[in-house]
């Protein structure tokens, strides 16, 4: 089934975008991903991709090249407050492929975002275009109109199909045409750096994932090989009023206790002025799509980060929307069935992320139970726990040929 016919323009070219246009492509779909940066992001750190997203990206014709990027590790080593060696190793890599069909990855965002932007290149009906200005979104009674500024300063007006805003937590296309509310402060801040394995020395084990618990704060750390490198992400506490851009390049400033976590400190000192601070945003879950007008991603959903899953559920929105724009009457249609699908797992792993966040930064005493149940439950329990999320798979294969209905 051919559906050239059907245009989709896509406003952001990163990771939801990306992925978006790649399973567009895949059913014939014309897609034109524009992008205001003059070149595919480099920015941003590692992410973790669980198994509900690494079997859609697997689909799309990518895993080969995330495996010889990526990185699966080996468990996710959980250290509390002080303690120098694990509590427990979750397992997860070998683990949970054998066990939800699909791999474990963590890769550098930037790497994940080149891969998919050369799968890209390899569509004829995909054509992505960056340095653009100014664009402006209207629906109106027969259907909708685009407009915007190319490179090159030339306007251009264009009737497409369906448009989606894939542009991130800050979207335009949510707040100036789907009528959604702003991106909220959470709160936290994300302090981030790429640290040189040589600098990590003996603090943390080099084969797997680190998560380290804190009274109001807590640390994630895993190696990126492709850059020889080693990612450290510390979440704490920080004041709105202290988000200025000087308070942002100085490193984490973290509450300080009578006892000293060893861990914590080393890193902090051998990354010494490498750290960039991110305000972690969130973004109410109320408006997806107005009309043909529907958002992905970020854009429609940004949460707290502490299960790991912004990527994924952005890989996840692409894979349930592209179908429904080939296969539903209208974009509008298409858009109302894919809120309706997403919009009640979404609010669960949101919620979950939220419910780490609170047991991540337990004080003592309360911290006493949370370590004797989570050394209870064993390496296996994470695997069980969170089973209705890694096997879910968003995109089954969909028959679009012309015998679909018989």
Known sequence: MSNAGRTVYVIGAGIAGLTLALALAKFGTTVVVLEKSSQ????????QISPNASRVLDRLGVGRAIRAAAFVPKAIDIYPFRREKPLVSLAVGRSAEAKFGAPYWVIHRAELAKILHQACRRFANIDIRFGVRAVDIQTHARGLSLLFED????TRTVRPFAAVGADGVHSQTRMETVGGAPARYSGFVAWRCMLDLEKLGDILAREGTSLLWAPHFHGVTYPVPSSRQFNVVIMSKVKQADLTEIRLKQGPKLPRFWLKSAAFDELIARAGDRWTGWPVNTVPRHVWHRGPVG??????????PFQAQGAAMAIE???????????EPDATSAFAHYAGLRRKRVAKVASLSRRNGFAFHLEW????????VVSMQGPLAQLERLGWL???DPSPEVDTGPDRAA
């Open 40 to 47: 595919i992001q480099v920015e941003g750190a590692g992410i």
């Open 151 to 154: 490179a090159s300063g030339e």
């Open 295 to 304: 958002l992905i991603g970020d854009a429609a959903h940004a949460m707290l």
């Open 317 to 327: 929105d692409a894979a349930v929307l592209a179908p429904l724009l080939v296969t």
């Open 365 to 372: 005493p309360f911290t006493i139970a949370r370590d004797m």
């Open 390 to 392: 890694y096997k879910y």
